[in-house]
């Protein structure tokens, strides 16, 4: 019935279905500035680099075979039996005993001082070390590697961790107005009345030994004011719109209204925020790393490269790397989230300024 | 026309109703807060299928008495009775399902479509706030419907609201309105903010929907001959307070309220030997945050005497029908 009428060309039957192709029209839009996906692909890369960590720098092997016993991802499961071996004592004991081994691109771990044989302190970038080596002879490239992992943790982590608390705040008071404003409102401005990195900072101090998780939940419960008050303000925006007014006047549920069209409405800002603010917090986990209160030193993060710097004058590559690695991540999150707001915006028509 | 005056029972019933805003802005801010009476004792009863306009100056209170009558805001004194239920008293819950019957078109048809959604995607919100569980054939007749009956073709289903011209955006207002089958729709300004070829479209489109679905209508405009076309009774407002009520002919035939007959004579006439002699208003509207006292109207009025200033005039019946609120016979 439906075909035929389709193929009677009289009238197209109503499809009724979800509001489907919004998503695949957002990527478009999005893919279609060069910019866009250049930051994209950069930053895939890097959350690739935080996610394969052990995978694309280990001082042990991928997989390998030695004495009969076959291992599988030693880089990973850290079996006992290779516990004294790098993956050069490994391929020696392979050339001489038979068997095979599969090397990590990157063949040394991020921890691993002093590579037999190889690896000098402060060496500059050579074909074993393409990024050099810091002042204990770990091979710089393989700390970039897992640093990433401590700056995407850091940097996503803290920032759904705000946001989430954010948005939550900053709409139910809007929303609701009247006494839960207000104390959101004081809540806010007490928060914000605190130089937020020297609140962080006295906060890791009176912690004490800290660890990315803890790092996480210092910068989400800090800095979530910004995002509270922007939320806020969007929605109060919002909340006067016609619009809204007609779905009151449908009588439908004010947390329905409120979920599906002043939400969806106020959240263009507050998602440029949202992702500035993965950059912003990567810097501050790098700064932290850089004074001595981030992640302990043993664990590699970007900051804690740069901190090495210090004292090695003359050793460009301690700086130079991790601080592109840096500026280029950074960048990309901000091009990510300049490409998403104008792809989000349903009046964007691809224009940039 | 159906005589809407021989039907004894009103379908919507606004009695004495008042609405005050605080005005908190500004200096006024130092001085504490000040008092706007949006809407001062306005009483207006509207029958089953019957047409209302409601005009007057910007900023005199229309818009808000129109969303006092279909419950989206509460009056600060006074009463708004629906089918013999006062809205006024009913709990938040109720209230909000109540106010299904009664729907709202807007002057801006850019900001009463949320940007984000379809038109499949707003039409299918209203029917389901109506029938949250209608199948999703019935759920694509109705739509069909809907659409067929402000004159859209389905092709249209998937457009976003700015991909839409304003005459097409408004028509969807309409169908949003009408998905839930309301009994009574304010209309705000809707035809305001159109060109005038698309005026006359949503006036034509209105008239057809009034004259096949028997919904009630209050209809805020401006403009006072669409009025004319589309209305049964008009009442006018001045500074929140209805100052003029009378079925549309004896209305323009003879107006009885100074007010009235300089909105009136400001009509401008296509045929010139039809121009009226203009009644020219003096002065600006005075500012609704200080009113003058006795008559609202009386800095402005060539008639006024002494106690126009002192002593407001209550609405009464001039003529069968034609209710007034000035102290002389004019």
Redesign the interface.
Known sequence: MRDLLERLGR??????GR?S??VRRIVRRFASQPLNAAGFVFLALVALFALAADLIASDKPIACRLDGTLYVLPCIARPAALADDDNFTIERAVAARGGWTLLPPVPFGPTQAKVAGRAGRLGGPSRAHPFGTDDLGRDVLARMVHGARSAMLVGFGSVVLYALIGILLGALAAYFGGPTDRVVMRLIETLSSFPSLFLILAVQGLLGVSTLWQLVAVIGLTRWSDVARLTRGEVLRVAT???V?????????PLHILW??VL??SMGPVLVACTFGVAGAILIESTLSFLGFGVPPPTPSWGQLLTEAFGSEGSYWLTLFPGVALFATIVSINLVGEGLREAVS??ARGARL | MVDPLASAAPLVEAREVSKIFAAKSGISALSGTRYVRAVDRASLAIGPAETVGLVGESGCGKSTLG?VM?G?ERPSAGSVVFEGVNLTALSAHRL?????H???V?Q?PA????????V??TI???IR??HSRLP?RK??AN??ALLDMVGLP??S??R?P?ELSNGERQRI?IA??LA?APRFIVADEPVASLDVATQAQIVGLLADLQRELGVAFLFIAHDLEVVRFLCHRVAVMYLGRIVELAPVDALFDRSRHPYTRALMAAVLSPDPDLRREPVLLHGDPPSPLDPPKGCHFHPRCRHAQVRCSLLGPDLREAAPGHLVACHFDL
């Not at chain 1, 009238?11 to 009724?16: E, F, G, N, S, T």
């Not at chain 2, 909000?96 to 299904?100: A, G, K, L, P, T």
């Open positions: 009238i197209p039957v109503p499809r009724i509001p192709g919004r719109e016609d619009y007014t007609a779905a009151r006047a449908l009588g439908l549920h599906r069209h969806p409405n349903p009046k | 969303r279909i989206l909000r399902r109540s106010r299904r009664m729907q709202i807007f801006d900001s009463s479509l949320d940007p984000r959604y379809t499949r995607d299918t919100e209203a706030a109506h999703r759920l694509a739509l069909a389905l092709t289903l998937s976003l700015h207002a949003r309105a839930v």
